[in-house]
């Protein structure tokens, strides 16, 4: 199963509203990212969480990590139309060298 | 004008044939990554490399070989051996193993 898992799968909301994200993993990281990509397009980072913070803020993002149960959440505040994407978060665990492993994702559609 | 850039945009393969897929990068990153993604899915490792003349197996790496001769450079060959190739294939790099990755625009394989 993966590593890293999106919920829900699908979001619809109007703009204005905030939407939520939330992403479960099953072992032990060292960072976690969040990754938007629109259709067709290559991903763009949005942020990352070493695992020792527990939350994180730009623009209207906002990220938290509780590793103790190895969850986190990507909360987009005042939601736009542009802001219509998939998002994805991405883990990165020691393995060998590092390795990212990205979740299915969580498609958001921002109605106007 | 610094990126990662991805060559072609679409490309045709026939039965039988290798195809080679280009990545470049001038973001003097150490680290490459191929990933493949498939209609509503999340991205599947395929192949990353550390450093120069030096990479390692993703979890989806049979069919498919790379090189990593120079920093700049990871280019892809999805061989005959790959039975179902057709998909969206994004290149990513970063500073060093574990950091953010950034992407290209991605190449679309489809098979005639």
Not at chain 1, 30 to 51: E, K
Not at chain 1, 68 to 95: E, M, N
């Amino acid at each position: 199963s993966q590593q890293g898992e999106e919920d829900p799968q699908a979001l619809s909301i109007q703009e204005g509203e905030n939407a939520t994200m939330n992403c479960s993993y099953k072992t032990s990281i060292n960072n976690l990212q969040w990754y938007r990509q629109n259709s067709g397009r290559g991903l763009v980072h949005l942020i990352l969480i070493r695992s020792n913070e527990r939350e994180k803020h730009s623009g209207r993002l906002r990220v938290t990590l509780d590793t103790s149960k190895k969850s986190s959440s990507l909360l987009i505040t005042a939601s736009r139309a542009a802001d219509t994407a998939s998002y994805f978060c991405a883990t990165d665990i020691l393995a060998g060298g590092f390795k990212t492993i990205f979740g299915a994702g969580t498609r958001l559609f921002v109605k106007a | 004008d610094g990126g990662i850039t991805q060559s072609p945009k679409y490309l045709f393969r026939k039965e039988g044939q290798n195809v080679t897929l280009s990545c470049e990068q001038n973001l003097n990153h150490d680290a490459m990554y191929w990933y493949r993604q498939d209609p509503g899915q999340g991205l599947r490792l395929i192949y990353y490399s550390q450093i120069v003349n030096d990479f390692q197996k993703g979890d989806i790496a049979e069919g498919y070989s790379v090189s990593r001769e120079k920093k700049e450079s990871f280019p892809l060959t999805v061989t005959s051996a790959q039975k179902n190739p057709t998909a969206f294939y994004l290149c990513a790099s970063s500073r060093t193993g574990g950091e953010t990755q950034y992407f290209g625009p991605g190449t679309r394989l489809l098979v005639l």
